[in-house]
């Protein structure tokens, strides 16, 4: 099922790369989130400045994993009932769609 949604994802939109962890939590790989190592593995592969990036989610497992790898984070905060102590993110929203315009301003401004 995931490579078929990654399949569509890739004709819908153009992506330079497509990384997914096919591990469970209790299998403790590198790169299942939290832990950065699918971020790492693409700032490598790509020469993606981290520090200069965004890590948008809807789980507090993105946010430990985008703040682990150096990226600025955005959670979008749909509700969930998840305990989280890590890192406050950079930016709280409440849509998806309001995450990414928050992070196209930003871009928007940085490039002014």
């Not at 989610?57 to 749909?78: E, L, P, S």
């Not at 989280?84 to 928007?108: I, M, Q």
Request: aromatic share 8%; with cysteine.
């Amino acid at each position: 099922m995931v490579d078929q949604i990654n399949a569509r994802v890739r004709v819908e939109m153009p992506l330079d790369d497509l990384l997914v962890c096919y591990h469970d939590d209790a299998d403790q790989c590198n790169c299942r989130k939290p832990r950065p190592g699918l971020l790492l593995e693409a700032a490598a592969r790509l020469g993606i400045d981290l520090e200069r990036s965004y890590m948008v989610g809807d789980r507090w497992k993105d946010v430990a994993c985008g703040a682990a790898a150096g990226c600025i984070t955005i959670f979008v905060d749909y509700g969930y009932s998840e305990t989280y102590t890590g890192p406050s993110p950079a930016h709280v929203s409440a849509t998806a769609t309001e995450a990414f315009d928050y992070v196209l301003s930003k871009v928007r401004d940085e490039n002014h």
